[in-house]
């Protein structure tokens, strides 16, 4: 039997002779199958290309909104770190007050924020901001201000009927300059030795005016090799007040004073090394931190 060709009669424009292709039925199959797979495959392409394109958009628009997410997170970050200094440095004015109206007494400051607790530098260093979680944080938030809230209430109600003994209770820093040595124990300057320390040290310059932290009445006017010249200051309610290492007075015995009038002056009279004045705060005798009466930062 005869083979079937398919022929294809190629005239050209020119005067040139015309050409003839002939095709048999096998090959005509075999260039619509290769077609038709080219077609197949070309079409694949082209999707996968399509979705790849769509894939990288989202890629990049992912990219942007986590560059984003992680701007917002840091500045998130540092608002909370913010807020929560703020809050410690509310909380430990807000024990001061407790003190200043006696709600508590300054041997017992420790507690649950707005409630008490230790001293102000020990509280601030106790949690670094940065190493508290945000939700932590703000949960620890939400909890210091609501402590803060209820015991600011209390204080409202005690202070509308305390006002004489806040006015009578001491409250600011007796002189301005800077805390050389605080309360507690500390190795003594003259005798290397380890000893209680009983007020601040506050330094600054020779004659620089020393003020009267509350109301009060002067007590005692003296001098000796300790304290040097030094003034004793009663404030009612078992509170004593006391300045040492004078260069003069400017008060005398059983005067009144009222907070922020000059008793005396800055000098190095006494044991002393260098200009400044020691600020006690005795409590029914007992000397106590005058940090924990000074409401001024």
Request: without cysteine; proline residues 5%; hydrophobic residues 40%.
């Amino acid at each position: 039997m005869a083979k079937k060709f398919l022929s294809v009669i190629i005239v050209p424009h020119t005067k040139t002779s015309t050409r003839t292709l002939s095709f048999t039925r096998r090959t005509l199959k075999l260039l619509g199958g290769s077609g038709a797979f080219l077609a197949l495959a070309l079409a694949a392409f082209l999707t996968d290309y399509a979705s790849m394109n769509v894939i990288r958009h989202r890629y990049r628009m992912l990219e942007r909104e986590t560059a984003e997410q992680k701007v917002k997170i840091a500045d998130y970050e540092k608002s909370i770190s913010q807020l929560q200094a703020t809050v410690i440095n509310f909380e430990n004015y807000t024990k001061k007050l407790n003190v200043m109206v006696g709600l508590k007494s300054p041997d017992v400051l420790k507690g649950p924020a707005g409630l008490g607790g230790g001293a102000p530098e020990a509280d601030a260093a106790a949690v670094p901001p940065a190493q508290v979680s945000p939700q932590g944080s703000i949960h620890g938030l939400i909890q210091k201000a609501r402590s803060i809230e209820t015991n600011l209430n209390s204080l409202v109600s005690v202070t509308e009927s305390a006002s004489l003994k806040l006015a009578t209770t001491p409250s600011i820093m007796p002189a301005a300059g800077w805390v050389s040595s605080g309360f507690g124990m500390r190795v003594d300057p003259f005798t290397g030795r380890e000893q209680m320390h009983s007020g601040l040290d506050i330094s600054t310059n020779y004659g620089n005016p020393i003020v009267a932290p509350a109301d009060g009445i002067v007590l005692q006017i003296l001098t000796d090799k300790y304290y040097g010249k030094h003034v004793i200051l009663s404030h009612g309610n078992g509170i004593t007040t006391l300045f040492g290492h004078m260069s003069n007075f400017n008060v005398r015995a059983g005067q009144q004073v009222k907070r922020g009038s000059v008793i005396g002056y800055v000098g190095q009279t006494g044991k002393a090394v260098g200009p400044h004045v020691h600020y006690e705060v005795h409590v029914d005798g007992k000397p106590v931190n005058p940090y924990n009466y000074i409401l001024e930062e």
